[in-house]
Nanobody, 115 residues
């Protein structure tokens, strides 16, 4: 059973930056894929970015050029650097892990971008 804990959300003005981090526990093995999803009020949860254990990354079109996902120095950790934030980036951001054919989610961290 993998547990995920996010940190780093908050309130920022449009054009600003935030860095989200996600730490995992519950497995000694390398997690196959980790990533970030977000959900705004009234919307479905959507992909932001993912990173494979190989280092391969994938981004939603809305994140390309502004967000960077990276693996942390500690095993099974991931960060999301968000630059040039827009009000439409406002959402709860969730850390996700795919491990041993199971999906795991963190509790979410709120990101609010004011105009």
């Amino acid at each position: 059973q993998v547990q995920l804990v996010e940190s780093g959300g908050g309130l920022v003005q449009a054009g600003g930056s935030l860095r989200l981090s996600c730490a995992s526990s519950g497995t000694i093995f390398r997690i196959q894929r980790m990533g970030w999803y977000r959900q705004a009020p009234g919307n479905q949860r959507e992909l932001v970015a993912t990173i494979m254990d190989s280092g391969t990354t994938n981004y939603a079109d809305s994140a390309k050029g502004r967000f960077t996902i990276s693996a942390g120095n500690a095993k099974n950790t991931v960060s999301l650097q968000m630059n040039s934030l827009k009000p439409e980036d406002t959402a709860v951001y969730y850390c996700h892990a795919l491990h041993d054919y199971s999906n795991y989610w963190g509790q979410g961290t709120q990101v609010t971008v004011s105009s």
